[in-house]
Each structure stands twice: as structure tokens, then as C-alpha cells.
């Protein structure tokens, strides 16, 4: 920026604010600004200039985030400056314009460069000796002459001196300042004290304030998202300005609440309170408020357009609500539901109604219907439909690849097209005025509509991967239906034949009398999970939601791991749908088949296209849910050993062999599960819970090994086929193994893992998967351990040992439900009742459950909806029904 062109403070807060609300959003922040000037007024006494107390607060504050430093620079000697500033060690103290620093690296002046500061200090003492009002600062690697007490005829005297002496000696290097002339023997300024914190701290952007000319150097070396503000008055480079230490130390104080925003979240919603949207290609999640907080695309564990879920407003979002003024109280919706048997979601204020529901549709300029099963030449629409007589505020911000892609977005006819993304992106809206507005790289759109004026209906689709056709189509069938005129009547028909799937299946569902309700919205949350176009079944909708508020516990569970889709799909099994099996066995056929023959190779999880997961990796951009750092994107777990997942393919076969007949595939599958297991069932291994420490002999492992062969041996039994002798021997040497070294004496109870003390809700299934009778005494041990040290009121912890991490996870709700089941099978019925109606409890107001529960601030954690919960949810009600046996 020229020197010229800086505004005053009126012209540019808005812009400055703009500015520091971006700014506030990096992941690591470095806070540079002057004292005399910026933070303590200019006073005649250089030894009275105190920083004001807002300033200091402000300081404070900064310098107590978490990746964010604060540092004062300034010209004067570091011990006056540390002497006046009193601030605390947090904040790092540069004098000396940046040759004295206090934090490790203090200049080791050459012998020859000690000689030359002796020779200036000789010279310049002589030069302003009897100069009334002339002072000298003598500091460590320089000497400042200041002429601010001194008249001006003698100061011009004694500066010319200077300049004409001293100054033009070899190897001496000289500042001006307001009023201030420093020579010193060593090449520094503040822009060089800014560059080397910013190296030093690995700064991801520098905000600085200043008042002074020397600060000028400072703004020179600011770049790219770096923000400038000049304190007072006079050229500057700086970008923006403010008038005074009063109005800088308000720019700090608004730095504070937009950074601490940014870093916690403001306002979080509880993660169980959130809406899931599916069409089987992708989901998305709604707040209680109808705002789209979570959307990827064009698959479920793709980049997301929308993630304010994890970022914040600055990471996308799409909102409709009341455009009155709101209070808190009336900002909130009367209530939210789905549209019984569907995954449709109204969100109800007085006087208005939001229907959401993700659609399917031809990317096709003509609409033109998808050939029958042709699942891969769709695309997603999301719908959202307004109704109601009020005036109604709708924002848009859309923000691909995590909010990382600078995007702009320009109104065409009735549409709103997204620019700058490789995805085809657009908002089709009739009749809406869009006012843009954009905010650092991105745009945001919004409109004001009165209902009344639109004929009390208002209606969006965001296509995602084609251009938006004028009028909106119909899918489902070869032909558009015939349908009356009006805009209400045909949302209405396009809603229906969305619909219609989901209350097609779910009607055809053997729901048990124990909780039916909520049964059918965990069997229809796991369909939701279902990516249809491969057959995999996602563990949860989301990535990176924490086991702990604040904590470093936060996963991509956006992917299908083998054991969680195979339990999810036996759940629907059990509820009398076998399509999700089917499609699953045959996804799981293909992954195995890339193998080259060697199933024991087989990884946890895989993407839904069945493919390897990339490295793991961490968005820095992104502040966390609620402040939960590390954002992670990927897992690690990809490439852990895990010999338990073929226990539950294998029983997954085997139900539905009961159901429908045994198969070709079935059989294959089944050797290839067997093969594995006959091939490392005796190796160490991570465990299920993934736990980033050395390979242990973990006792669910090894049961879930056994289960393998003997799921294999009953398929055999029940469909006529030959046991081969190996099988039974097999099956009793694990079991032999599991005796042996699972059983802890020292606890009385079955351990997490050979030779190790601590409890694990897991080892349950040595009594779960009937290796151990229900009445066997070290399976009603080991269920009494399990509720003495695990269970804490409605919730079961997996485990209370010592898994590497930081923190404290919340009870695990799939172990909940397996301590219902061991209750059940031990004769305690009513135990088993009274935690079910517990773990009901624990979900959310539309049915949905994330995968943990907090007891003590009674609130969910972990990813959302989890697959595993809302799969132990059925099969606890199955079993209390007496519709499936133990």
C-alpha cells in the first residue's frame, strides 16, 4: 500500500474489523505492536509512559490462547522496557528496535563491534554534552540520541551533528524515530525483530500495530493475510489505521473475542441435538435452527462444502430462519422432527415451516430420468422448502474443501452459480434477490423474503455436480408425472416421491414392540449410512466431533470399517432387511479380491469406494468443534492390525444364509474369513478400539477369531455343507488359548489383554458370542467387574486404561448396550430394562445417537449419528422383545 492511501479510523473500521475477524482465524497468530505510541500514550517523561490499562488487559488476554503469541517491540532498552511494561512472561519483550531479544537468542556483540559502540558512546556523550533537554539511551548493541526535551533550534544542532559525525562511521547503522536518532552497530529493525518471531514461532500470519516511523520497517515486511494498523497520524504503509492508544487498545479487545470464538466455538449446539439428511450418495446435518452445518461432496468421505460443524460461520453454512428482530429466546424454533419414516426434517417457528430432504437428480440440462439402477449417473440435490406468512432471512455461504477454497458467487436468471470450484455447484432459487457480500476470499450471499408477497412458499435446491434445470424435475420415474399447476402442489409431489423409498422400506421392517419408534429411526439412520452406489456402509456422518470437549480425541469415522458395516447390516438383518447385506458382502467381495488372494491382509476400514485411505492429516484451518483441536482428516487406524474383523463378516454370512439360503459368494467369503483367521489368529494385534500403542494379544480379538471359525462350522451345520476336521480343532485351540491366558486371576476377570490387569467392556463377548455359557462363574465375574469399574449411571466406558492419549472419553454407547445383553443373559432382566430405558434417554429430540455419552455434563460426544450406537439401540430392543435370541 502507498503511504498515501491508509484511511482515517472512521472510513476504515468496518474494513478493519473485517480484517481482524479473518486474521483471528489462523491457526498460528503472532500479535506485534510498539509500546510508546500504541500501547502507552506519548508522554514528555519517557519514564512515566505507562501502557493503559485496557491495553494491558488486552495483552493479557492474547497471550493466555492457545496458538497465539503476543510480542511488544519497541526502541527502547529491553530492561526499561520489561522496567514499564510489567507484563507477563507469556508476552515477548523485543528491544532495542529488535537487536535485544528476551527470549533465548540475545545478540553476542563481536569483540570489534564492542570497540565500535564504545567509540559512539565517547562521540555522541561529547556531542550533546551541556545541551539542555538532549538525552542519551545507551543500549546493549546501540546508543539512541532523544530531542524531544530540547529546543528545536538546538535539537536540529544536534541531530545535524550526528548525522554529519557519527552516523556516516563505517558499520554503523542509523534509525530515525519521532524525535529520536539511534545508531547502532548492528543491522536490525523492527521488520527483521518481526521476521525473525515469525520464523521462530512458526507464525501463520502477523497482525501489528505501531505509531512510530520505525515501525514503518514493520509494515514493510508484512505479507500476504498480515494486517498492519497504524496508530495516529502521518504516511504509513500500514493498511489500515486508528487514531490513538485508546482506539488501539480497542482493536486489540475485539481481536481477543473474535480469536477466543474462533478457537471454542461460540454457542456450540450439543452434537446429539443434530439432524441427519441422506439420499444414500451423501448426508448432512441440520442444527435444531434448520442451519446446514455439515454437507460433503459428491461422497460422504469427500471435502465438505459446509463444515461450520467443525469451523465455525468461516467454514459454510446455510441458514433460514425468521427475519424479525430475534431475541434469544425467539430465535429458537418451536420444535424440529422428521416426517415419520423418512429422512426428512421440519424445523417449525411461529408463523413459518423449513422442510429439508436430500434429493437424487439427472445432471442433465433437460432433467432427463437416470436409466433403472443406474445409481453412479446421479447427483445431489439438497431441498429445502419455506412455508409459512412471516418475512424470512436466508444466508448462503458456501465453502468448498473445508472453507479452503477462495469460491465467489454470481446470480444468473433464477439461479445462483458457485465460482472457483472443479464441481459443478449451484443454488436454484426463482425470484430471489441476492445481496452479495464477500469477506476475505469468500462470498456469502444473502435475501429477505416475505412469504406473504411469495404466495406463503419459498423454495431452494442446491444442485451439486449440474447445472439447475428452469424448473425443477420430478425423479423417480421414466415420465413426470401429470400434476396440477402451482408451485406448492409440485414441491409437494417432488417431496412424496423422495419419501416414498424410505416409508416403503421401513414399512417392511419386523420392528419389535420395545421402543418401535426409536428402532425405526435407528434402522433408518443406518440405511442413511448406506452409500448406495458401492454397497459400504459408513461407521458415523461425520469427522472429527470430540470424545472430549477441548480434547485431541477427534476422528474421521467417514469411512466403512469392516466390523462396524457388518454389525450395522446384521442389525437390518434382524429387522427383516437383507439389501444392505447383499450390497455390503458384494463390496466387501471386490476390497477382498484386491488382496491377490490374501484376506488376512485385509485393513479396518476402507474409503466407500473400497479403496486406501490417504495419510492422515490435520486442518489446521479449521478451530475444532467447541475448540476440539486437532481437526483431523483421514485415520491412521487404516493401517493398524485388526484381527477381529472377520468375526462379525463371518456372522453376518451366516444370518443371512438363515435368511434367504447360502450362496456361491457366501461360501467364498466364509474360506476366505476362515483363511485369515487360520493364518494370524495368534499374532498381537491394535484391538478394536484402535488404540495407537504396540500390538497386544487382545482377548476380544482372539474371541472374535474364534467366533470367525465358529460362525463357519454352524453355516456347515445348518446348510448341509462338510465340516472339515481342522475347523473344530481350530476352534477349540483358540478357545483353549483364550482360557488360558484371557482369565486374569489377580482380577477375577477376563482383561483387555494377556497379562494385562485392566478391565475392557469388550471381553463381554467371551459370554456375548457364547464361547462361555451365561451361567459359566468367569462370565458372571467378569460381567460384575465390567459394571463395577465401568458403568457410571445410564453409560459403559470402554476402558479406564491407559491408552496414550491426553484426557477423558465419554462412556461408549455400543458397550451400553452389550452390558444390556450380558445383563439379560446373567437373569437380570430388570437391570436390563432399567439401563435400556437409560441409554433411550441419552439420545437426541429427533432419535439420533453419536457414538458416546458424558454422564457428568450429561451431553453426547464423539462423531454423529454413530452406527455402532444406534445398531446396539436394535439389537437391545430385538432381544427384549424376545424377537431374537442371545
Not at 542519551?136 to 539512541?144: F, G, N, Q, R, T
Not at 432433467?367 to 439402477?373: F, I, K, L, M
Not at 479380491?593 to 492429516?617: M, N, Q
Amino acid at each position: 500500500m502507498s503511504y498515501a492511501t491508509a484511511a482515517t479510523l472512521e472510513e476504515t473500521e468496518p474494513p478493519l474489523r473485517s480484517a481482524i475477524r479473518l486474521i483471528a482465524r489462523v491457526p498460528q497468530l503472532l500479535v506485534a505492536c510498539d509500546y510508546d505510541g500504541t500501547l502507552a500514550p506519548i508522554v514528555e517523561d519517557p519514564a512515566r509512559a505507562v501502557p493503559l490499562p485496557e491495553a494491558i488487559a488486552a495483552v493479557r488476554s492474547l497471550a493466555a490462547l492457545p496458538q497465539t503469541t503476543v510480542a511488544v517491540v519497541s526502541g527502547r532498552a529491553l530492561r526499561d522496557l520489561a522496567t514499564l511494561s510489567r507484563l507477563p512472561s507469556e508476552v515477548y519483550l523485543v528491544g532495542s528496535h529488535g537487536s535485544e531479544f528476551d527470549i533465548g537468542f540475545v545478540e553476542q556483540l563481536a569483540p570489534e563491534l564492542v570497540e565500535l559502540h564504545d567509540r559512539l558512546r565517547h562521540e555522541l556523550t561529547a556531542i550533546t554534552k551541556g545541551r539542555p533537554g538532549v538525552r542519551l539511551e545507551i543500549k546493549p548493541a546501540s546508543i539512541a540520541v532523544h530531542t524531544r526535551g530540547a529546543d528545536r533550534a538546538l535539537a536540529a544542532q544536534v541531530v545535524q551533528a550526528v548525522r554529519s559525525g557519527p552516523a556516516t562511521w563505517p558499520d554503523v547503522h542509523v534509525t530515525t524515530g519521532s524525535e529520536v536518532l539511534e545508531l547502532a552497530v548492528i543491522a536490525t529493525h523492527k521488520g527483521v525483530a518481526v521476521d525473525t518471531l515469525r520464523t521462530q514461532l512458526s507464525a501463520s500470519a502477523v497482525l501489528y500495530l505501531g505509531d512510530d516511523v520505525t515501525d514503518e520497517n514493520a509494515f514493510a515486511h508484512l505479507h500476504g493475510p498480515d494486517v498492519g494498523v497504524k496508530v495516529g497520524t502521518g504516511p504509513t504503509r500500514a493498511a489500515y489505521r486508528v487514531q490513538s492508544p485508546v482506539a488501539a487498545a480497542r482493536v486489540l479487545a475485539f481481536l481477543v473475542e473474535a480469536r477466543r470464538r474462533w478457537l471454542y466455538g461460540e454457542r456450540t449446539v450439543p452434537i446429539e441435538r443434530h439432524s441427519m439428511l441422506a439420499n444414500g450418495h451423501t448426508v448432512a446435518l441440520l442444527t435444531p435452527a434448520a442451519k446446514v452445518t455439515w454437507m460433503c461432496n459428491p461422497r460422504p468421505d469427500s471435502s465438505a462444502i459446509f463444515a461450520d460443524l467443525l469451523g465455525g460461520p468461516p467454514a459454510g453454512y446455510f441458514t433460514v430462519r425468521p427475519a424479525r428482530p430475534l431475541t434469544e429466546t425467539s430465535a429458537r424454533p418451536l420444535g424440529q422432527r422428521y416426517v415419520p419414516g423418512t429422512m426428512t426434517v421440519e424445523t417449525r417457528w411461529s408463523g413459518m415451516t423449513v422442510t429439508d430432504w436430500l434429493d437424487l437428480y439427472t445432471p442433465d440440462e433437460n432433467g432427463s430420468p437416470v436409466p433403472e439402477g443406474d445409481e453412479t449417473s446421479q447427483a445431489t440435490a439438497l431441498v429445502r422448502v419455506i412455508s409459512g406468512h412471516v418475512r424470512v432471512r436466508i444466508e448462503f455461504a458456501p465453502r468448498p474443501e473445508f472453507g479452503q477454497m477462495p469460491i465467489g458467487l454470481q446470480p444468473l436468471g433464477d439461479s445462483l452459480h458457485v465460482l472457483g470450484s472443479n464441481e459443478a455447484i449451484s443454488l436454484h432459487a426463482p425470484g430471489v434477490e441476492w445481496d452479495i457480500n464477500r469477506e476475505g476470499p469468500h462470498d456469502t450471499a444473502s435475501a429477505e423474503i416475505d412469504l406473504n408477497t411469495a404466495g406463503g412458499l419459498v423454495t431452494f435446491e442446491l444442485r451439486l455436480g449440474g447445472e439447475p434445470a428452469n424448473a425443477p424435475p420430478v425423479p423417480g420415474g421414466p415420465v413426470e408425472p401429470e400434476v396440477p399447476d402451482g408451485l406448492a402442489q409440485r414441491w409437494r409431489v417432488r417431496q412424496r416421491l423422495a419419501e416414498e423409498p424410505w416409508r416403503d422400506w421401513v414399512s417392511k421392517l419386523k420392528l419389535p414392540v420395545v421402543a418401535r419408534d426409536l428402532v425405526g429411526r435407528s434402522a433408518l439412520t443406518l440405511r442413511a449410512l448406506c452409500h448406495a452406489p458401492t454397497g459400504a456402509i459408513l461407521a458415523a456422518g461425520t469427522m472429527s466431533l470430540p470424545e472430549e470437549l477441548g480434547g485431541v480425541r477427534n476422528w474421521d469415522y467417514r469411512y466403512c470399517w469392516l466390523r462396524d458395516a457388518a454389525l450395522s447390516a446384521r442389525a437390518l438383518v434382524d429387522l427383516g432387511s437383507t439389501e444392505e447385506a447383499e450390497a455390503l458382502l458384494g463390496w466387501t467381495a471386490s476390497v477382498i479380491e484386491r488382496t491377490a488372494g490374501h484376506p488376512e491382509r485385509l485393513h479396518p476400514l476402507y474409503t466407500v469406494e473400497g479403496l486406501d485411505l490417504g495419510p492422515e492429516a490435520v486442518i489446521e484451518t479449521l478451530p475444532g468443534y467447541a475448540g476440539s483441536r486437532p481437526v483431523r482428516v483421514g485415520n491412521a487406524a487404516n493401517r493398524q492390525v485388526q484381527l477381529d474383523v472377520f468375526g462379525p463378516i463371518a456372522d453376518l454370512i451366516s444370518a443371512l444364509a438363515d435368511h434367504r439360503g447360502l450362496t456361491p459368494l457366501d461360501i467364498s467369503l466364509t474360506a476366505d474369513m476362515l483363511s485369515a483367521v487360520e493364518r494370524r489368529w495368534h499374532e498381537p494385534d491394535h484391538g478394536l478400539w484402535e488404540a495407537r500403542l504396540a500390538p497386544r494379544h487382545h482377548v476380544y480379538s482372539k474371541v472374535m477369531c474364534w467366533y470367525t471359525v465358529d460362525r463357519a462350522v454352524q453355516i456347515c451345520q445348518r446348510h448341509g455343507l462338510k465340516i472339515q476336521p481342522e475347523w473344530a480343532a481350530l476352534r477349540e485351540a483358540i478357545a483353549a488359548n483364550v482360557m488360558t491366558h484371557g482369565w486374569h486371576d489377580g482380577v477375577g476377570a477376563f482383561t483387555v489383554a494377556y497379562g494385562f490387569p485392566e478391565l475392557d467392556a469388550a471381553s463381554l463377548w467371551v459370554g456375548l458370542s457364547n464361547m462361555l455359557a451365561d451361567d459359566d462363574p468367569r462370565f458372571l465375574a467378569t460381567v460384575l467387574a465390567i459394571e463395577a469399574q465401568l458403568r457410571e449411571g445410564p453409560t459403559v466406558y470402554r476402558y479406564r486404561w491407559d491408552d496414550g492419549l491426553p484426557g477423558r472419553e465419554g462412556g461408549f454407547t455400543l458397550c451400553t448396550a452389550w452390558l444390556v445383553e450380558a445383563y439379560l443373559r446373567t437373569g437380570r432382566r430388570t437391570e436390563a430394562e432399567e439401563l435400556f430405558a437409560q441409554l433411550l434417554d441419552c439420545a437426541g429430540p429427533t432419535g439420533l445417537l453419536p457414538e458416546q455419552y458424558d454422564p457428568v455434563a450429561e451431553r453426547g460426544l464423539g462423531n454423529h449419528p454413530q452406527a455402532y450406537s444406534h445398531l446396539g439401540l436394535i439389537r437391545c430392543a430385538l432381544l427384549l422383545d424376545g424377537a431374537v435370541e442371545g
